[in-house]
């Protein structure tokens, strides 16, 4: 039973286009998301995150936008970068346990 | 080095070998984790720590024995290796639980022949 979605395993988008990854989940318990990059042969690095007390986060680039009637999280990047290709990872956790459930991933590649 | 390391990055050993992976921090975090990373199942939990001495299962605890001593070491022993646990295997750290992101080390890739 896979609690968190990413349902596209790949995304390709042009370098200064918008990039849009999806994440859903199916435990209503959830209430904090990640999204992690990960580059090859490295650990994940964090990357973004939001509670669920609110619907949308930015930092810079990055924007994570929260749904919870309809549980569902995206991350928007704008504008891509070549250095932006890498496999996104997003997380969720009930904040009354110590652990996090992990989507399979969306490898993003960056046109330039 | 600050930060989170893992040793070794690339282990190749037999089916039936005890393997012990480490893993240490430098942050006096207080939690702890171990990951393993298979196609199709993006980043599964083994076992986590919440503090030296504690210690809990994961998704997917089957196979593995953790220990932590000390609150910045956490190895993973693989107690009689088995292929289906050749993974790239992550360590990560985080200040507390909950609603804090986790650090990551760098990786093991382990092949069980």
């Known amino acids: 039973d896979q609690q968190v979605k990413q349902n596209s395993p790949s995304l390709s988008v042009q370098e200064g286009r918008i990039s849009i990854l999806n994440c859903d989940y199916t435990?209503?318990?959830?209430?904090?998301f990640l999204w992690y990059k990960k580059y090859p042969a490295e650990g994940p690095t964090f990357l973004i995150s939001?509670?669920?007390?609110?619907d949308k986060n930015e930092d810079g680039r990055f924007t994570v936008f929260l749904n919870k009637s309809a549980k569902h999280l995206s991350l928007h990047i704008v504008p891509s970068q070549p250095g932006d290709s890498a496999v996104y990872f997003c997380?969720?956790?009930?904040?009354?346990?110590?652990?996090?459930?992990f989507g399979t991933g969306t490898r993003l590649k960056v046109l330039a | 080095d600050a930060g989170i390391t893992q040793s070794p990055r690339y282990k190749i050993t037999e089916t039936g070998r005890q393997v012990t992976l480490m893993c240490h921090q430098t942050?006096?975090?207080?939690?702890m984790f171990w990951y393993r990373q298979d196609l199709g199942h993006g980043l599964r939990l083994i076992y986590y720590?919440?503090?030296?001495?504690?210690?809990d299962k994961g998704e997917v605890p089957d196979g593995y024995v953790v220990s932590r001593s000390k609150t910045e070491n956490f190895p993973l022993t693989l107690e009689s290796a088995t292929r289906s646990q050749t993974s790239v295997y992550f360590c990560?750290?985080?200040?507390?639980?909950?609603?804090?992101?986790?650090?990551f080390g760098p990786g093991t890739r382990l092949t069980v022949t």
């Open positions: 939001i509670s669920s007390i609110k």
């Open positions: 435990n209503s318990m959830f209430d904090y």
């Open positions: 997380a969720a956790s009930d904040s009354g346990t110590y652990k996090y459930i």
């Open positions: 720590s919440a503090a030296a001495d504690i210690t």
């Open positions: 942050w006096s975090h207080s939690y």
């Open positions: 990560a750290s985080s200040e507390q639980g909950g609603s804090y992101e986790q650090y």
